[in-house]
């Protein structure tokens, strides 16, 4: 590096001595003559092992100085650094750093020599130490944006139980910044309660070892107010495998929980309407056995197709328990019978028969008679009487014929 003449600085002014022997290279001074007016102790042992790459005349006191160091003796650079032949390939790479200086009261130079290999090297560690710092800075940064990006709640406690570590969703569950959270342990941020399980928790954690699954806790934060929340807690051993630290990694499940509870009453409901349903179904096809041999069904409400297969089953099935031989289908409480209906009713009393039984329908009103014989619905072989009265006597005086 040189300077240019017009923009030069004053001269350093110095004290000799002082100097060179608290520089850390081998240096000198010399002036204008070229005359060697001190030299430091790392110089005279470079001197000393004949390592020092400097061009001194013969009676060792003064130095054939280069042209471009002439230019610095002379006022014209203040500062220039040359590299110097080497010696041989043992040794080493030197260079010649030539600052301007005022030796007694004229004009003089401060010579260094720097080895440009432990330069190089001193440059490079410099450099890696540099990067060493960077990457483990991004490194920083990428594992801190990782676990804020992570859909839990992350922390990291001492085993003083004071939090060194929270990610974001952690700060907007408990409503506060990291820098407030930062050294504080659970009894300065939670109610005293809750603080003294966790801590127990802690503590059974540090001593054993193991992870630890907590499915369901309460924990009550100035932020979310009380929540439900699952949690594992992770040991963090250290070389020797003693637990210094706890990783901690819960979720909030209020919501999910609340939706399991909906769901469970919901399915507690529909079943309750299932059996109401079944009891409903059971109470409006009763099977009554009146007379050895003899069963009344009585139907209620509106024929569908579903009501209508159940009706027949159950007409088969009380038949055969029973020992039916007369079944008396009272249609009373039918408010419509349509040609559905009557042929839901035909296809019942075929089954019936198949199975030895003989069915007596009873109980059809005016309206109903009327509406089947618009219809021109026909019964077939389906006895028919007035009442449950007169369907009975007829039952009766089948099985004394019989």
């Known amino acids: 590096m040189t ?3 017009e923009n030069r600085s004053p001269a350093l002014v110095i004290a000799p001595r002082l100097l060179l022997e608290a ?7 010399i002036d204008a003559q070229g005359v060697v007016r001190c030299t430091n102790e790392r110089l005279a042992r470079l001197r000393a092992e004949g390592a020092a790459p400097l061009p001194f005349s013969p009676e060792g006191d003064r130095l054939v100085v280069p042209p471009r160091i002439r230019a610095v003796l002379e006022g014209e650079l203040d500062q220039i650094e040359i590299e110097l032949p080497t010696g041989g390939s043992a040794a080493g790479r030197w260079s010649l750093l030539s600052t301007s200086c005022a030796v007694d009261g004229g004009p003089g130079a401060l010579l260094r020599l720097v080895d440009l290999g432990t330069r190089a090297a001193r440059e490079q560690q410099g450099r890696s130490v540099h990067t060493l710092e960077e990457t483990l800075a991004s490194t920083r940064r990428f594992l801190e944006s990782f676990i804020d990006s992570l859909p839990l709640m992350i922390f990291v406690k001492n085993k003083e139980h004071r939090y060194i570590h929270v990610n974001k969703l952690f700060e907007e569950f408990y409503g506060a910044k990291r820098e407030y959270l930062i050294g504080k342990n659970s009894h300065d941020i939670l109610p005293k309660e809750q603080a003294d399980v966790l801590v127990a928790q802690d503590d059974a954690l540090l001593a054993d070892g193991k992870v630890m699954d907590i499915p369901e806790q309460i924990v009550t934060t100035p932020g979310s107010g ?3 929340i699952h949690m594992q807690k992770i040991p963090m051993p250290d070389p020797e495998g003693r637990s210094q630290y706890l990783l901690g990694v819960f979720e909030d499940i209020t919501e999910r929980k609340r939706l399991a509870e909906i769901e469970r009453k919901e399915m507690i409901l529909r ?7 079944e009891v409903i179904r059971e109470l409006s096809t009763p099977i009554l056995p009146i007379h050895p041999g003899i069963i009344v069904v009585p139907l209620v409400g509106q024929m569908d197709s579903s009501r209508s297969a159940q009706f027949t089953e159950k007409l088969l099935t009380g038949i055969q328990r029973h020992g039916a031989e007369v079944v008396i289908i009272d249609i009373t409480g039918v ?3 349509d040609s559905a209906v009557a042929n839901h009713l035909v296809q019942a009393t075929r089954a019936a028969s198949l199975l030895g039984a003989t069915c007596v329908l009873v109980g059809s009103s005016p309206e109903v008679a009327t509406t089947l014989v618009t219809l021109g619905i026909s019964f077939g072989n389906l006895i028919t009487q007035r009442d449950l009265e007169a369907g009975f006597r007829y039952a009766l005086g089948r099985k004394g014929a019989s």
């Open 226 to 228: 009380t929540r439900i």
């Open 23 to 29: 520089l850390a290279d081998p240096a000198l001074v």
């Open 3 to 5: 300077v240019n003449a």
């Open 335 to 337: 408010a419509v019978v």
């Open 271 to 277: 079943e309750t309407q299932r059996r109401l349903l």
